[in-house]
């Protein structure tokens, strides 16, 4: 190779790559009567999977989501996301769990995961808490069920 | 055929008796339904992350299926390529080889994840500049001489060849390789060619999922297309200045009907060998004299004149063949080298799927007080960053024509 071409090479190495849309769910804990309203905000996510923890001592109530979309299994619920970019559900509890919500989703067409994290509370409204999405749905689901396996043998 | 070959030919049809219809379509009738796609992806879910025990989809079904519902209206796709061949796929195409080059870069400019390409031709290898994230890559050979034995193995699932280049060639490919996995789908695409140019984008976009990316690109390619042809399209034909344009092979021109005749066209000249009915004449230089072409096109990039584009900063090579033509015997009586307008352009913006930014620059050397707003070089650097997603800086890199 000639060296000019070698120095080329190593200029032009750092190839960016068609840019996708990164995904990213933020949750949104609204505490209201004796429950707390959740709204999920999806962002570039328009096929994919979403798992939700709920805190303990909260029960699941119900959700705008379409029935045949949403699947509950003791603290865990499931959405299948098909277009949605809010999805709300509501469950009975006390308000001060705002922060302990845990949930992971997946995008289906572009393989990318990422972790709905409780924590990291801001401001979007009094008495509400939110958490931006962040990569690494392999490390939030293997959280999410370490958590849900300690509640399970503790008894919860 | 090889001994090898043959027992990966053997194993190869077992699988392809395996073809499945749409995934996750649980009653069958080939349209994967909004319910369908929920339920799936719930199982999913539910058998990964809730301790759920009922069966669920695999993660291939699973976005196999997504990718169907969004882009495909969850339906099986059956596309028309430019060789007029019909295909239905009931599955995205996720492991690409092509021994056309040309086309991958139409997929680069449609956003096409590069871990979907899984061959490529040696040309591609040869052009780590160009193609940098594509070294590494299974050599596939070339469409005169492929390597059936590295083809079979990377298991493609498509296979990429040219529509109306090397036709007899890309036929034996085809016929080797289906003898060898009668899975593989085959596609004919030429990705170079003005007439079919936008269709093949749209067609591919469709193919790959990449509808939106398409549209946008080819609204790119419609705007620099467009701007020429709105301004040539409006001089008379007297007025059309004469082009003899001339491939890296001296005195080799372009006849009737050639791909570089059309550009001539596209770009408002009159091409002085027009009317020859052999595809690439060799023309006598007397003619070129005799008739006075009021412009004139060097093409380089190959042959003997194998400089230039991406990988070759040295503008003075484009000088000396620009220099040549005009010491030429008695040339110096034609208008176009008493004029000043010789003009050198590389092959790789003029021949293949960045025409149109060499058809810009024809334009602007045949009427340059009629594309005074008219940046070829503009057009250039944002097709390599907005469509091909390379950092590469045209005042720094590369030569593509003369005089810049």
């Known amino acids: ?156 | 055929m090889t001994r090898r070959l043959l027992l990966l030919a053997c194993s190869l049809c077992l699988l392809a008796g395996m073809a499945q219809g749409v995934p996750c379509d649980r009653d069958g009738d080939d349209t994967l339904t909004a319910p369908e796609l929920a339920t799936a992806i719930l199982d999913s879910l539910d058998a990964r992350f809730m301790g759920g025990t009922v069966e669920a989809p695999s993660p291939v079904d699973l976005r196999d299926a997504a990718f169907i519902y969004e882009h495909w209206d969850g339906r099986t796709l059956t596309i028309t390529d430019s060789s007029g061949r019909t295909t239905t796929l009931s599955r995205p195409l996720r492991r690409i080889a092509l021994f056309n080059s040309d086309t991958l870069e139409m997929m680069r400019s449609l956003g096409l994840e590069p871990d979907r390409v899984v061959g490529v031709s040696k040309y591609v290898l040869e052009d780590p500049v160009f193609y940098p994230e594509y070294q590494g890559t299974a050599n596939l050979g070339s469409t005169w001489a492929p390597d059936y034995e590295q083809a079979a193995s990377i298991r493609p699932d498509a296979v990429f060849l040219y529509a109306t280049l090397s036709e007899s060639s890309c036929a034996d490919i085809e016929k080797t390789l289906r003898s060898i996995d009668p899975g593989i789908r085959f596609f004919r695409f030429d990705s170079y060619r003005p007439a079919t140019y936008a269709e093949e984008a749209r067609t591919l976009g469709l193919l790959l999922g990449k509808e939106e990316e398409a549209r946008r690109f080819l609204s790119f390619h419609r705007n620099v297309t467009g701007t020429v042809a709105g301004v040539v399209d409006a001089i008379p034909a007297e007025d059309r200045v004469s082009v003899y344009l001339e491939s890296w092979h001296d005195y080799k021109s372009a006849g009737k009907g050639s791909g570089y005749d059309e550009k001539i066209e596209l770009a408002g000249g009159r091409n002085i060998f027009g009317e020859n009915p052999v595809e690439y004449p060799v023309v006598d230089p007397e003619a070129v004299i005799s008739r006075n072409p009021d412009v004139i096109v060097k093409i380089v990039g190959a042959g003997e004149l194998a400089f230039g584009g991406y990988g070759d900063d040295d503008r003075s090579s484009f000088e000396t063949v620009c220099r040549t033509i005009g010491n030429r015997p008695v040339w110096d009586r034609i208008s176009a080298v008493r004029d000043g307008r010789v003009h050198i352009i590389h092959s790789d913006v003029i021949g293949g799927p960045e025409y149109f930014i060499g058809t810009a620059y024809l334009a602007k050397w045949f009427y340059p007080d009629l594309f005074t707003d008219l940046d070829p070089r503009a057009v250039h650097q944002q097709y390599l960053e907005e469509f091909q997603h390379l950092d590469y800086d045209l005042d720094e890199h590369g030569t593509f024509v003369y005089p810049a």
């Open chain 1, 1 to 156: 190779m000639l060296p000019k071409r070698a120095v080329l090479l190593c200029i032009l190495v750092f190839v960016l790559a068609a840019p996708a849309a990164a995904g990213s769910i933020e949750r949104i804990v609204t505490p209201s009567g004796n429950g707390l309203d959740i709204t999920l905000t999806l962002t570039d996510i328009p096929v994919g999977g979403i798992v939700e923890t709920l805190p303990d001592g909260c029960t699941w109530t119900e959700a705008d989501h379409p029935e045949n979309r949403t699947r509950v299994s003791g603290q865990q619920v499931a959405f299948a996301v098909i277009g949605e970019e809010t999805i709300r559900y509501r469950v009975q509890g006390p308000p001060d769990v705002a922060e302990a919500f845990a949930g992971t989703w997946e995008d289906l067409l572009t393989g990318e995961s990422g972790t709905v994290g409780a924590g990291e509370p801001r401001n979007p409204g009094p008495g509400a808490a939110t958490a931006p999405g962040t990569p690494g749905f392999g490390c939030a689901a293997a959280i999410a069920a370490l958590a849900a396996a300690y509640r399970w043998r503790c008894g919860r």
